[in-house]
């Protein structure tokens, strides 16, 4: 039971400081500005449930899916350091291309992406249980849905643009 709550608390904090870093590079970069400001446009209006649920499905679907069947299953069949090379870089790869957005906009979205899978699929290695990446992918998904349908962030020229 320990391990469990420690995997949660791992991933929750893990997905808080990536949140901070959400609302850091959001302050002084461009890209971030525009990428969230877009998705404000394509989400529309979301009620808390309809976050909460978006939140909860994406992260438990997705995690299961990528580090828990995918990950595992190239873990399984190639063991040893080269099949936890591939299984992360290739989960990871699969990953960012389900979120490739509907413009050239949303490349920073899908590179993060990329940068997120290889982290998740690391926990999981790390911990190995989802929780920790399902802990990280919910808080993330939780707080910037939320943040994205409370605010739109006004467009300025920033020096890390």
């Given amino acids: 039971m ?8 791992l991933g929750g904090s893990m997905g808080l400081l990536l949140v ?28 808390r449930r309809d976050i909460l649920v978006v939140s909860a499905a994406s992260a438990i679907g997705e995690e299961c899916l990528f580090r828990g069947a995918l990950l595992q299953h190239i873990l399984q069949a190639l063991p040893g350091p080269l099949g936890m090379l591939l299984g992360l870089i290739g989960s990871a790869l699969l990953f960012s291309l389900l979120h490739i957005g509907p413009s050239h906009r949303f490349v920073p979205w899908t590179l993060s992406a990329l940068v997120m899978g290889l ?27 939320s943040d994205i349908v409370r605010r739109e962030l006004p467009h300025r020229r920033t020096a890390l643009a």
């Fill in 119 to 145: 982290m998740l699929g690391g926990l999981l290695l790390l911990t190995g249980d989802l929780l920790a990446p399902i802990a990280v992918h919910f808080t993330v998904n939780l707080l910037n849905l």
């Fill in 20 to 47: 901070l870093l959400t609302r850091y590079l959001q302050e002084n970069t461009t890209w971030a500005q525009t990428l969230h400001n877009e998705f404000r446009h394509v989400l529309g209006p979301l009620c």
């Fill in 2 to 9: 320990g391990h469990l709550l420690s995997s949660v608390a």
